[in-house]
């Protein structure tokens, strides 16, 4: 993966950034509630300079990113999970996907969002009508589980609670915020996931559909510098929050040119002979998943597909 810089960046500020950003797991209100908050800061910053997006583009793969961390969160060993919405709306689509080690990546199927006005003057949803595939992969099986659930309300925490809702029958609330300043750049990002454990009391069930109704944005709170861990011991203070660990969470693709130089290897050699004699040279492969860009000399390519 090839990393764009950031404006304004220098080792101590990247350290710094990348040290605070983390997924903090805890337990509250006597162990029948599970939560996952996650500090993505740094995170939506560096998918924003590497997709070059827009700030629309930031703000929804910033909250889809974020999404997929927290849903990560519990995997064990080497689970990956994958979101991907199918939608009929100016998105398109997006796919994210993040994996046990708090790592994550993904892409939008149209970037730029083009939004055209309509007759009546309006503008359509963004998702409009469409689908939430999530896709679970465990190291050592053969099979992904894969679930999928139609859009209900075109915003993507309120379809990733209804996804559990209704795929996994679990009540959770959930919560994704970006925070951007006056240039449309993105300065705190974050989420808040919230799940009651099987044998939870009923008012606690139903207090978890409320918690989340009148929540203080997460992204303007980072962005303001407010500790993760004290933002949760503060506003669930009544729930008595026990923190269990947390680690690091990171914008990261393995993809790399040795990569790309197995895929040109596989292709038909009627396509291998194409490139080899035709070109483009200097060939460039843009990885899907974070928009890196790899250069293939043309003396590289002739003795790589020779």
Not at 222 to 244: H, M, N, T, V
Request: hydrophobic share 35%; aromatic share 8%.
């Amino acid at each position: 993966m090839i990393k764009k810089p950031l404006p304004g960046d220098n080792p101590k500020k990247m350290y710094k950034e990348r040290k605070l950003d983390r997924i903090h797991r805890f337990l509250m209100a006597g162990d029948t509630v599970r939560g996952y908050l996650v500090r993505g800061s740094r995170v939506v910053r560096e998918i924003k300079a590497n997709h070059s997006f827009g700030p629309l583009e930031t703000h929804l793969m910033g909250q889809a990113s974020l999404g997929a961390l927290l849903m990560a969160a519990n995997l064990k060993d080497e689970g990956r999970i994958r979101l991907q919405w199918e939608c009929g709306g100016p998105v398109g689509g997006i796919s994210v996907e993040a994996d046990s080690h708090g790592t994550v990546r993904g892409y939008l199927q149209n970037s730029p969002i083009v939004m055209e006005e309509g007759d009546d003057g309006r503008y359509p949803d963004l998702f409009g009508p469409g689908f939430l595939t999530v896709t679970r992969v465990f190291e050592g099986k053969a099979e992904p589980r894969n679930s999928t659930v139609a859009l209900q309300y075109g915003t993507i925490a309120k379809d990733l609670t209804a996804y559990h809702l209704e795929s996994e029958q679990a009540p959770t609330a959930m919560a994704l915020s970006v925070a951007f300043d006056k240039e449309g750049n993105p300065t705190g990002a974050g989420g808040l996931f919230l799940q009651a454990l099987p044998g939870a009391p009923e008012e606690v069930i139903e207090g978890l559909e409320g918690t989340l109704e009148n929540f203080p944005s997460l992204g303007e709170a980072f962005a303001e510098g407010k500790d993760a861990e004290a933002l949760i011991l503060d506003l669930f203070a009544p729930q008595a929050p026990r923190f269990i660990d947390s680690k690091r969470v990171e914008f990261f693709c393995p993809c790399d040119s040795g990569m790309f130089e197995r895929y040109l290897k596989g292709l038909s050699e009627e396509d291998r002979i194409e490139i080899r004699e035709k070109g483009p040279f200097p060939l460039e492969i843009t990885c899907q998943n974070c928009s890196s860009v790899y250069h293939f000399e043309e003396s590289v390519i002739r003795k790589l597909l020779s």
